[in-house]
């Protein structure tokens, strides 16, 4: 049976570049544009055009130069955001305007003092205006995971009609529980007249670590694209992470959903993000993390030397890896000193073993880690230096 295919809408040159401190510049921006495409990612969400002169810049050198993915422009459901995203969007082979507005009580209330009415012909306009420049129109419905779910099918039915192709239900504010997320998405598929005429996207954030499992709720429950980003990086606590949706995709056959992505990419396409933005990943960072395949305990460098399965799920190759790591600490057995020393040219016998993994004991206890240099001195502390084999 072929596996659906789920689209992977990046949003790291947008909703990710919106984190202070981690502003590009328009040549930055192309170099990590092509990487996108090449990586395979559907939709390149490459700015907010009316937002600066920069930020238009930016969106007509991208659409320029994008070859297979589509290309997004962020609007609010104003006309005039609308026309210059359209503008901006001139060169794209495949351009999608992306306008939208808020929807939960919270939101109409406060943010837009209107009333429920007001917002559906809102969005109604918006779309339809959008429409007239693309045929590709994406709708969000913000503050959707907040919003009640029978105004927002009203909502998603009116903008279906308008001529939405793509309706993006996004947790705003990280708040909602993944059985709440995927609920909703069911909801929408159960309930919205015309639903089958469109994509339903997940926009999850991550204030409450929940957004990579929203997303995987909401594609369980039938949406059919996910928005997020090179290293889940974003507002606040940050997006959903592409490279582990991507990833979880992969390794759950069961689900019967993949995507296009490349994932021999994902670990330098983030430290290319990483670097380009100033952003550090952190080392227990899922899949592209320095420690995501390092292992320091004995117990499990042992599994893992015998057979990588026993502790790893992904083969580190998978998303461009070279190989696992095996850390030598104090926590470390003789079976990953004996890997490390092999490593570096020493093949010991069981009885140097031993002899070794006691000397190796009182470095290991004085350092956080031994590192290569550290087990040459071992080996001349041990008078062992002379079986070195390469």
């Keep these: 049976m072929s596996k659906e295919k789920v689209q992977i809408f990046d949003t790291t040159l947008r909703d990710g570049e919106q984190v202070p401190g981690c502003k590009l510049n328009t040549d930055q921006k192309l170099i990590i544009a092509r990487r996108l495409d090449e990586l395979g990612v559907d939709v390149i969400e490459a700015g907010f055009p009316i937002s600066s002169p920069g930020d238009f810049t930016s969106v007509v050198e991208i659409a320029k130069i994008v070859k297979n993915a589509t290309v997004c422009g962020l609007t609010r459901a104003v006309k005039k955001d609308i026309e210059v995203a359209a503008e901006a969007l001139?060169?794209?082979?495949?351009?999608?305007?992306?306008?939208?507005?808020?929807?939960?009580?919270?939101?109409?209330?406060?943010?837009?003092?209107?009333?429920?009415?007001?917002?559906?012909?809102?969005?109604?306009?918006?779309?339809?205006?959008?429409?007239?420049?693309?045929?590709?129109v994406e709708f969000y419905a913000e503050d959707a995971g907040r919003t009640d779910n029978e105004f927002l099918a009203r909502v998603c039915e009116a903008v279906i009609e308008a001529g939405a192709t793509v309706l993006n239900i996004p947790d705003t504010t990280g708040y909602c529980l993944p059985e709440e997320y995927g609920a909703k998405i069911k909801y929408l598929r159960d309930h919205v007249k015309g639903i089958e005429n469109a994509t339903l996207s997940c926009h999850c954030h991550n204030d409450l670590g929940l957004a990579t499992a929203n997303s995987i709720a909401g594609v369980i429950n039938g949406a059919r694209q996910i928005e997020c980003t090179i290293n889940g990086i974003g507002e606040r606590a940050g997006n959903t992470s592409l490279e582990e949706v991507v990833m979880i995709l992969r390794q759950h056959p069961d689900l019967n959903l993949d995507t296009n992505i490349n994932s021999k990419l994902l670990y330098s396409t983030s430290r290319m993000v990483s670097e380009s933005m100033g952003m550090p990943v952190q080392p227990n960072k899922a899949i592209v993390g320095a420690n995501a395949f390092a292992h320091s305990s004995g117990i499990h460098q042992d599994g893992v030397i015998k057979n990588r399965e026993t502790y790893e799920i992904i083969d580190p190759a998978d998303v461009g890896v070279t190989e696992s790591a095996i850390v030598l600490t104090a926590r470390s057995g003789r079976a990953a000193l004996a890997y490390r020393a092999k490593k570096v040219g020493y093949e010991l016998t069981k009885l140097q073993l031993d002899e070794v993994y006691g000397e190796f004991l009182k470095f290991a206890d004085m350092k956080k880690e031994i590192l290569d240099e550290d087990i040459h001195e071992i080996m001349q502390v041990c008078k062992l230096s002379e079986i070195r084999t390469v």
């Design 90 to 136: 001139k060169y794209a082979q495949k351009p999608r305007i992306h306008t939208g507005i808020g929807t939960s009580d919270s939101h109409i209330t406060h943010k837009f003092k209107a009333t429920r009415e007001e917002i559906i012909e809102r969005a109604v306009t918006a779309v339809s205006y959008a429409k007239t420049f693309v045929d590709d």
